[in-house]
């Protein structure tokens, strides 16, 4: 079971984890290093559903949480950590996302000895004993939302993952994206209609 990141259902403010910033700005490495235990996870997850490869996802991790040791004294509690920390990893994504659209988007499969594999099943460990039908479905499902993501904007991206996966409400991921929450849900609205039609009878 996933451990429950503090403040991700509404992204309110948290005692302790402000207690922590605090103590990180005060040099404590500690108290820097339990916030990176306790987020970090919640960041990889959201960077690998948003790009759906391990090694960017790996990557993101790794920008995020350093642009976070670098700017963490800049950090003035006018919103929740966790919604300072998702508008870092969502800029950085939506950079990935954007160079990708300028050169040709990278297949979500790869080809093995045993032929194409769907990338997700590199980074997700899947039973040994599942349902072979059941398996096939599933990499037919991965595929077609591959499909359907990559003909998403950026942003329509990254408001459904942020929407659908990481279950936040419009009015956060409108503080995320830096937009308003009438934006954020025109723009899911888009995505969802996006989505919709090249999934098809997968829905």
Request: charged share 30%; glycine share 4%.
């Amino acid at each position: 079971m996933a451990q429950e990141v503090p403040g991700t259902a509404g992204a309110r403010a948290n005692p302790q984890v402000d207690s922590w910033i605090r103590a990180a700005q005060a040099g404590d490495q500690d108290a820097f290093e339990q916030l990176v235990r306790t987020y970090d996870q919640s960041v990889l997850r959201l960077a690998m559903n948003l790009l759906r490869s391990p090694e960017d996802a790996r990557d993101v991790y790794q920008e995020a949480f350093l642009r976070v040791y670098k700017n963490l004294h800049s950090f003035r509690f006018d919103c929740s950590f966790h919604t300072w920390l998702y508008r870092i990893v969502t800029n950085i994504c939506l950079d990935q996302l954007r160079k990708r659209k300028v050169r040709k988007e990278e297949s979500p499969t790869i080809e093995t000895s045993e032929g194409p594999l769907d990338r997700m099943d590199t980074f997700e460990e899947e039973s040994a004993h599942a349902d072979p039908e059941r398996s096939m479905w599933n990499r037919q499902l991965k595929q077609r939302i591959d499909l359907a993501l990559g003909d998403l904007t950026p942003r329509e991206r990254m408001v459904f993952e942020l929407r659908h996966y990481q279950g936040l409400r419009l009015r956060n991921i409108g503080e995320v994206l830096g937009t308003t929450e009438e934006a954020a849900k025109n723009c899911l609205f888009r995505a969802t209609q996006k989505m919709r039609a090249v999934l098809g009878d997968f829905t």
